[in-house]
C-alpha cells in the first residue's frame, strides 16, 4: 500500500522532470545554453509581475537535484521488501529501474536526454565511494594480503586485456565478427578498457554473499588496485592509437612500461601525502570541531584531483589518502566528528553508488548508440568469463606456492566469478574518440551488454552458486559426530600452530614499522592529548580489571582458605604491547560490520531444535535416532567458527557489528578466567570454587618475571602479577611491592614514566577498526557497569578512592606453590 | 644484545633437528627466529607465559590445550628441540617420503603421530584413554554457552557410542584411529611452513 503511492510519487516527479525536460535544452549539454538569458532579456515588460516562470534560472542544479532524488526514491522502493534483495542484488534491481526510467524518458522525449556523461561520473560520483572504501579499509588484512593483491591487479589485469583483445582480434581476422574496422591497436585498446575489475560492482554484489574475510579483501583490494594499471594501459593504447601503428617501436613500448610505474607509484604517493597532510591538520582542528569532519571530504577530493591533473591514477591516490589517514584521524578528532565522518561518508556512497547504477540503466535506452555485432559481443562475454577464470587458476596457483594458506578451489571459483565490469568500464569506453575509433559506439554496447551481464546475471546467480559450492562440498559425507568434531578440533589446532610458528618476513617488517611509525608518525601526527589518552584509558582499564582481579582474591583470602606470606608488594607487569597485539588480533575477526538480517545462510543459535518437538510421538528406537538427529543439529549450530571462517563484510549500508565478536569475546573471556582461575590455584594452593558468579577478567597477561628482566620496570611504581601455574622456573627471589598507589586514579603517574616511548597508541585505531561501540578487550565487570560500552568515556572516570591500608591487603605473593596441578588448567 | 649470542644455534643442533624432524635448514632457522622472539625471558626455553603471550591463542578455543602439547610430562620450559618436535608434527607428509625406505622409527609427522597429537589434547591424564569427562571438557571448549550441560552431556554420549568398540565407555587411541580411519588426517593436520 505504502509502496504504491510511493511508486506513484516516483513516477510523478518522473513526468514532471521530462516534460520540463521536454521543453527545455539537456543538462549534458552546456549550461551557457540560448535561453538561459531569456529571463532577463525578454521582452519590455509592460506591468510589474507578481510571480514569473523562471525555469531556465534553475534549471540545471533543478534538474541535478531532482535526478539525486528520483535515483534515491528508487532504492527506496527496493529495499521496501527485503524478500526481493535476497535473491537479485540491490544494483541489478536499480539497473532495472534505470531501463524503465530510460524508456520512459524516452517515450516523452524520443531522444536520450539523461546520460551518464564521463565528466559526472568520474569527477561527481566516483571520488566518494572510493574514498569510503579507503577509509574504512582494514588496514592490517590489506597489507597482510598486498603480495597476493598486487600480483592479481597487476598480472592479472594485464593478462585479462591482453588475452581479451588478442583472442578478439584472432577471431576478427578468421571472420567471425563481419565487417568492422577495427584495427590489432585498437582491440587491445578494447581489451584494456574491459580488464579491470571494478569495485562499486563488487562491493555491491559482495554484499549479498558471506564470503570470509581473505578471500574478501582479495577480490576487492585487486578491484581498488587495478585502476592503476588500466588507467596506464588505456592511456598507453590510446597514445599507441593516435600515433599510428607504424610509429610504435621499442621505445614506445619502454615508455608505456615506465608510464606503468609512474602513474601507479605517484598515485599512490601522492595519496600518501594527502593522507598525511590531512591527519597534520587534524592534529590541528581543536578549536573547530564543528567543521573538522569536513577536512577528509575537501583534502580526498583534491587528492584525486590533483592526480588526475598530474595524470596519475586518480583512484589509487584517493584509496591511499584513505588508508593513511584513518589511524590518525580517528586518534586525533573529537568522537562526534568521528561519527559524523563515518556516517557522512556512508551516506555519499551509498547515494552516489544509486545514481550510478540508475543512470547505467538509463544509459542504454538509447537508439543512436546501439549497433549490434552478435560475434563481436557473444565472444567479448565469452573471452571475460573464461579469461578471468584461467588468470585466477594460473595466479592462485603461483601463491599456493608460498601462501601459508592456500586459497582453495571453491575460493578460486568465487574470485573468477566475482570479477564483475561496472561503470568505470563504460565511463572509459564512452571516452573513447570518435574520430579515430570509427566502432565506438559498437564498443559502447558492448561495454554497456558486459555490464549488465555480470552484474545483473553474476550478481543474481552468486550466491546460490557459493551455495551450492559450499552444500556440495559438505553434503558428499555424512560424518559422524567424532569425526565432526574432531574436524573442528584439527581447525582449531591449524589454526593456533599457525599462529605459534608465525610468519617470520611479515613480523619482521611489521615489526620495524611499527616501531618506526610509532616514534616518527605518531609523535608528529598525533595530538599530545590523543597520545596521553591512550595511555590513561588502557591504565583505567587495565586497573579496573585489576581491581577485580584483586578483590576475587581478597576475598578468597577472607574465607580463610588462602594461605600466603604476607609481602610487600606485588608486580604487576602492564605489557603495553599486549594490548596492541591484542588490537590486532581482535580487529582480524571483527573488523567490520555487517548485519545480516536477510542472510539464508546465517545460522540462528537456536537451543530448542524444532526436531524435538516430534519426540512423543516416536518410539524408543525413534527417540534415540531423534537424539542423534539432535545432536548433530546442535553441533552443527553451536560449534565455534574457527579463524577462517569467520566473516568479514564491509558493507556499504551498514554500521552494525558482526555477529561473530560475540563468539569472539565468549571464547576470550572463558580463556582469561581460566588462566586466572590456574594462576590463583597454582599461587594460592587452592581449588577455584566451581562457580565463579563474578566475571574476573584480567585484560593484561600477567608475565613471569626474572632477574633479567627488572630493569624493565622502572622503580616502586610498578605493578606486576607473577603468575605462578608453575610449581619450577619460580622466582620467589624478587621483591613485590605494590606500587598502586591509592585514589590515584587515572591520573596515575605510575604508568607514564613507564611508557616506553614507542608504546604503541593503539586503542582508537583498535576502535577504529572495530567501529563503534565494540569493546574487544573484555572489561572487567567493574568496568562494564561503568562503561557503558564506550571506551571513550573511560576518560573521564574515576577509580574509587581506596583507603591506603587495604591495598596492602590487595598484595599477590609468592608463596611455594604446591607441586599439585590443577587439571582443570587448559 | 650480549645475551643473545649464547643461545644461537650450532650447526650440529641444526642437524640433529633436521634428522628428527625432516624440517629443512631453513625452515628450523626461520622457526628459531620466532623461538627466539617469542622467547622474553631470552633463557633459551619458552614457558606457558610466552604462548599465552601470542594474542591470537587466546581467541582460540582449544589455546590452552595446545599451548600445553608443548610441554613435555610435567614440565613447564620448552627448549627448542622440544618446540621443533611438537611443530614436526604438523609438517606435511610428502610424496618422496613414503617412497624412501621407512626410517627407523617413524617420523613424527606420520598419520599415527598426528592422530596421536590430537589424541593427547583429548587425553590429559594420559591414561591412553578419553573418558567422558574428558571429551566433556574439550565438548564444552568448543561449543556456545547456548548448549546447556544435559545435551552436551547426550552429544557427549552418543559420540563415545559410535566410536567405543569394545564397551569401556571410553575411547581408546585404537578406537580413536579406528573411527577417524575415513578422515584425511594428513591434509588437516598439515601446514606448509615457510622456508
Known amino acids: 500500500m505504502a509502496e504504491r503511492w510511493r511508486s506513484a510519487l516516483l513516477l510523478c516527479l518522473l513526468m514532471a522532470a521530462s516534460s520540463l525536460a521536454n521543453s527545455e535544452t539537456p543538462v549534458s549539454s552546456s549550461t551557457g545554453n540560448e535561453t538561459t538569458g531569456t529571463g532577463h532579456e525578454t521582452a519590455a515588460i509592460t506591468t510589474l509581475p507578481i510571480v514569473t516562470w523562471k525555469w531556465h534560472h534553475v534549471e540545471v542544479p533543478y534538474l541535478v537535484a531532482l535526478w539525486v532524488l528520483v535515483s534515491w526514491l528508487c532504492k527506496l522502493v527496493i529495499e521496501a521488501n527485503h524478500n526481493v534483495t535476497n535473491y537479485i542484488p540491490e544494483s541489478a534491481l536499480l539497473i532495472c529501474f534505470g531501463f524503465i526510467l530510460g524508456g520512459m524518458i524516452w517515450g516523452a522525449?524520443?531522444?536520450?536526454?539523461?546520460?551518464?556523461?564521463?565528466?559526472?561520473?568520474?569527477?561527481?560520483?566516483?571520488?566518494?565511494?572510493?574514498?569510503?572504501?579507503?577509509?574504512?579499509?582494514p588496514n592490517k588484512l590489506f597489507f597482510t594480503n598486498l603480495g597476493a593483491i598486487l600480483i592479481h591487479a597487476i598480472i592479472g589485469t594485464c593478462w585479462n586485456a591482453a588475452t581479451l583483445g588478442l583472442s578478439l582480434w584472432g577471431c576478427h581476422q578468421g571472420g567471425a565478427m563481419g565487417n568492422i574496422e577495427i584495427g590489432l591497436l585498437q582491440y587491445l585498446l578494447y581489451g584494456s578498457l574491459m580488464a579491470a575489475v571494478?569495485?562499486?560492482?563488487?562491493?555491491?554484489?559482495?554484499?549479498?554473499?558471506?564470503?570470509?574475510?581473505?578471500?574478501?579483501?582479495?577480490?576487492f583490494g585487486e578491484s581498488l588496485l587495478n585502476d592503476g594499471v588500466t588507467v596506464v594501459l588505456f592511456n598507453v593504447f590510446d597514445a599507441f592509437v593516435s600515433l599510428g601503428g607504424g610509429a610504435i617501436d621499442a621505445k614506445e613500448i619502454v615508455k608505456g612500461i615506465v608510464s606503468f610505474f609512474v602513474v601507479a607509484f605517484g598515485g599512490s604517493l601522492l595519496g600518501t601525502v594527502f593522507g598525511l597532510l590531512i591527519s597534520l591538520l587534524s592534529r590541528c582542528t581543536k578549536n573547530i570541531q564543528i567543521i573538522e569532519p569536513g577536512f577528509i571530504f575537501v583534502l580526498g577530493y583534491l587528492a584525486y584531483l590533483t592526480a588526475e591533473m598530474l595524470s596519475l591514477s586518480s583512484i589509487l591516490s584517493i584509496v591511499f589518502c584513505g588508508v593513511?589517514?584513518?589511524?590518525?584521524?580517528?586518534?586525533?578528532?573529537?568522537?562526534?566528528?568521528?561519527?559524523?565522518?563515518?556516517?557522512?561518508?556512508k551516506v555519499f556512497a551509498n547515494g552516489s553508488e544509486t545514481i550510478i547504477f540508475v543512470f547505467l540503466g538509463i544509459s542504454a535506452i538509447d537508439k543512436t548508440i546501439w549497433v549490434w555485432n552478435t560475434g563481436f559481443i557473444l565472444l567479448t562475454l565469452f573471452f571475460i568469463l573464461i579469461y578471468r577464470f584461467i588468470g585466477v587458476f594460473i595466479l592462485t596457483w603461483f601463491l599456493n606456492r608460498s601462501r601459508l594458506v592456500p586459497i582453495s578451489f571453491v575460493e578460486q571459483i568465487i574470485m573468477g566469478y566475482g570479477g564483475l565490469r561496472g561503470a568505470v568500464a563504460y565511463g572509459l569506453a564512452v571516452n573513447l574518440n570518435e574520430t579515430k575509433?570509427?566502432?565506438?559506439?559498437?564498443m559502447v554496447c558492448t561495454t554497456l551488454i558486459v555490464v549488465y551481464f555480470t552484474v545483473i546475471l553474476q550478481g543474481v546467480t552468486m550466491k546460490p552458486l557459493v551455495q551450492w559450492l559450499n552444500v556440495k562440498r559438505a553434503a558428499t559425507v555424512d560424518l559422524t559426530l567424532v569425526e565432526k568434531v574432531q574436524n573442528k578440533v584439527f581447525e582449531h589446532m591449524l589454526v593456533a600452530i599457525e599462529d605459534i610458528s608465525g610468519q617470520i618476513g611479515d613480523n619482521y617488517w611489521r615489526n620495524k614499522w611499527r616501531n618506526f611509525e610509532e616514534k616518527w608518525m605518531s609523535r608528529l601526527l598525533l595530538k599530545p592529548s590523543a597520545r596521553k589518552k591512550q595511555d590513561r584509558l588502557f591504565n583505567v582499564f587495565h586497573q579496573l580489571n585489576l581491581q577485580d582481579a584483586m578483590e576475587y582474591v581478597k576475598e578468597g583470602e577472607h574465607r580463610g582458605s588462602l594461605e600466603f606470606i604476607r609481602n610487600e608488594s606485588a608486580f604487576v607487569d602492564f605489557k603495553k604491547k599486549f594490548g596492541e597485539d591484542y588490537e590486532e588480533a581482535m580487529p582480524d575477526i571483527m573488523a567490520v560490520m555487517a548485519d545480516d538480517q536477510g542472510s539464508a545462510m546465517r545460522l540462528r543459535r537456536d537451543p530448542v531444535p524444532s526436531v524435538s518437538l516430534e519426540m512423543h510421538?516416536?518410539?524408543?528406537?525413534?527417540l534415540r535416532e531423534a537424539e542423534g538427529i539432535n545432536s548433530h543439529y546442535l553441533l552443527d549450530q553451536h560449534l565455534y567458527k574457527s579463524r577462517k571462517q569467520h566473516r568479514y563484510r564491509f558493507s556499504r549500508s551498514h554500521l552494525d557489528i558482526n555477529q561473530d565478536e560475540?563468539?569472539?569475546?565468549?571464547?576470550?573471556?572463558?580463556?582469561?578466567?581460566?588462566?586466572?582461575?590456574?594462576?590463583?590455584?597454582?599461587?594460592?594452593?587452592?581449588?577455584?570454587?566451581?562457580?565463579?558468579?563474578?566475571?574476573?577478567k584480567r585484560e593484561p597477561q600477567p608475565k613471569m618475571p626474572n632477574g633479567r628482566n627488572k630493569p624493565y620496570h622502572s622503580g616502586d611504581e610498578d605493578f606486576e602479577f607473577s603468575e605462578g601455574d608453575s610449581a619450577s622456573g619460580y622466582d620467589t627471589s624478587f621483591p613485590m611491592r605494590v606500587g598502586y598507589r591509592a585514589g590515584a586514579g587515572i591520573e596515575n603517574p605510575a604508568f607514564m614514566p613507564d611508557l616506553d616511548p614507542s608504546s604503541p597508541l593503539h586503542i582508537p585505531p583498535w576502535l577504529a577498526d572495530a567501529g563503534l561501540e565494540v569493546n574487544p578487550v573484555a572489561p572487567s565487570e567493574r568496568a562494564q557497569v561503568r562503561t557503558p560500552g564506550h571506551l571513550h568515556r573511560l576518560a573521564s572516570l574515576r577509580t574509587s578512592a581506596q583507603p591506603g591500608d587495604t591495598v596492602r591487603d590487595r598484595n599477590l605473593l609468592t608463596p611455594p606453590p604446591p607441586p599439585h596441578r590443577d587439571d582443570d588448567h587448559l | 644484545m650480549g645475551s643473545r649470542a649464547s643461545t644461537l644455534l650450532r650447526e650440529e643442533e641444526i642437524e640433529e633437528i633436521k634428522k628428527e624432524t625432516g624440517f629443512s635448514h631453513s625452515q628450523i632457522t626461520r622457526l628459531y627466529s620466532r623461538f627466539t622472539s617469542l622467547d622474553k625471558g631470552e633463557n633459551g626455553t619458552l614457558s606457558r607465559e610466552d604462548f599465552q603471550r601470542i594474542p591470537e591463542l587466546a581467541i582460540n578455543p582449544l589455546g590452552d590445550r595446545i599451548i600445553n602439547a608443548f610441554f613435555p610430562e610435567g614440565e613447564d620450559q620448552v627448549n627448542f628441540k622440544g618446540f621443533m618436535r611438537t611443530l614436526a608434527h604438523f609438517r606435511?607428509?610428502?610424496?618422496?617420503?613414503?617412497?624412501?625406505n621407512p626410517p627407523a622409527t617413524e617420523p613424527l609427522n606420520s598419520r599415527t603421530n598426528k592422530l596421536l597429537f590430537a589424541f593427547r589434547l583429548y587425553d590429559l591424564d594420559r591414561d591412553d584413554k578419553i573418558s567422558r569427562d574428558e571429551l566433556l571438557q574439550v565438548l564444552r571448549m568448543?561449543?556456545?554457552?547456548?548448549?546447556?550441560?544435559?545435551?552436551?552431556?547426550?552429544?557427549?554420549?552418543?559420540?563415545?557410542?559410535?566410536?567405543?568398540?569394545?564397551?569401556?565407555?571410553?575411547?581408546?587411541?585404537?578406537?580413536?584411529?579406528?573411527?577417524?580411519?575415513?578422515?584425511?588426517?594428513?591434509?588437516?593436520?598439515s601446514i606448509r611452513f615457510l622456508h
Request: charged content about 25%.
Open chain 1, 617 to 622: 510421538e516416536q518410539n524408543m528406537r525413534g
Open chain 2, 142 to 189: 568448543m561449543v556456545g554457552v547456548n548448549i546447556s550441560d544435559d545435551q552436551l552431556g547426550s552429544i557427549a554420549d552418543r559420540t563415545i557410542q559410535e566410536a567405543d568398540t569394545n564397551g569401556d565407555t571410553c575411547i581408546s587411541f585404537q578406537e580413536f584411529m579406528k573411527v577417524l580411519e575415513k578422515v584425511d588426517v594428513e591434509q588437516k593436520m
Open chain 1, 662 to 696: 560475540n563468539e569472539v569475546q565468549e571464547i576470550f573471556q572463558r580463556t582469561m578466567r581460566s588462566r586466572l582461575e590456574s594462576f590463583k590455584s597454582g599461587k594460592m594452593g587452592v581449588a577455584p570454587p566451581k562457580t565463579i558468579t563474578k566475571h574476573t
Open chain 1, 198 to 219: 571494478d569495485p562499486v560492482a563488487v562491493i555491491a554484489v559482495f554484499e549479498q554473499v558471506h564470503v570470509n574475510e581473505v578471500l574478501f579483501i582479495l577480490v
Open chain 2, 92 to 100: 606435511p607428509i610428502e610424496d618422496n617420503e613414503k617412497n624412501k
Open chain 1, 109 to 137: 522525449d524520443k531522444v536520450q536526454t539523461f546520460k551518464l556523461t564521463p565528466t559526472t561520473f568520474f569527477f561527481y560520483l566516483l571520488p566518494q565511494i572510493i574514498l569510503d572504501t579507503g577509509y574504512s579499509m
Open chain 1, 437 to 442: 575509433i570509427k566502432e565506438k559506439n559498437l
Open chain 1, 324 to 345: 593513511c589517514c584513518q589511524k590518525y584521524m580517528n586518534s586525533n578528532m573529537d568522537e562526534n566528528s568521528i561519527q559524523t565522518v563515518r556516517y557522512a561518508m
